[in-house]
Nanobody, 125 residues
Framework: VQLQAFGGGLVQAGGSLRLSCTGS????????MGWFRQAPGKEREFVAA????????NYADSLKGRFTISRDNAENTVYLQMNSLKPEDTAVYYC???????????????????WGHGTQVTVSS
């Protein structure tokens, strides 16, 4: 499956953005999906994940309450709603997919087999 993340941009602190991730080649409905981000000079970090059914989600502790992951399998799209954005949220955001049947909402990058090109999110102070 080929993944494409989009929806990034420049936003002021306190604002919101919704990222989307779509798939081509195969439907995303059978994949567990995750969002990761990488800020300049920093390692990639886990943001959120959702199981293929949408019934299970997992979030980075520091982002709980501000970020929400969801999916619409009919639209073949996974979303990341980001609210109350802070300058430290500035990063390239990537979506990723796996077809695991355990640790489905893993926070570990190596557990994901498919990665999309990222979308830049810049939060100004």
């Amino acid at each position: 499956v080929q993944l494409q993340a989009f929806g990034g941009g420049l936003v002021q602190a306190g604002g919101s953005l919704r990222l989307s991730c779509t798939g081509s080649g195969r439907t995303l409905g059978s994949y567990n999906m995750g969002w990761f981000r990488q800020a300049p000079g920093k390692e990639r970090e886990f943001v959120a994940a959702i199981s293929w059914t949408g019934r299970s989600t997992n979030y980075a502790d520091s982002l709980k309450g501000r970020f929400t992951i969801s999916r619409d399998n009919a639209e073949n799209t996974v979303y990341l709603q980001m609210n109350s954005l802070k300058p430290e949220d500035t990063a390239v955001y990537y979506c990723a997919a796996n077809r695991r049947n355990y640790r489905m909402t893993s926070a570990l990058g190596p557990d994901y087999s498919y990665w999309g090109h990222g979308t830049q999110v810049t939060v100004s102070s």
